[in-house]
């Protein structure tokens, strides 16, 4: 059981953090997921997606493209949202 702050943030329980080797600093994906909040290292997520996209690699190649497009937008978005 992890408590939430005051601010919203929580604590990763310490053999989770090694695990998934989050350091200090370290970017994770946060998202829902049938009512559950799932947090995935980049390297977790990026494994995730070759393994989706290795049967077909003519269109890994097109999908990454796109994925790299729609993360920018997010970010700048992102870093444009009121309050931040």
Not at 16 to 45: M, W
């Amino acid at each position: 059981m992890a408590e939430v702050y005051e601010k919203g943030q929580i604590l990763i329980p310490k053999y989770i953090r090694d695990a998934l080797k989050i350091t200090p600093g370290s970017q994770v994906n946060v998202r829902l997921e049938d009512n559950r909040a799932v947090i995935e290292t980049p390297a977790a997520f990026l494994e995730e997606f070759e393994r989706l996209t290795s049967h077909n690699k003519s269109s890994a190649g097109k999908t990454a493209k796109l994925i790299e497009k729609s993360r920018k937008k997010m970010e700048e978005e992102w870093l444009h949202v009121p309050g931040r």
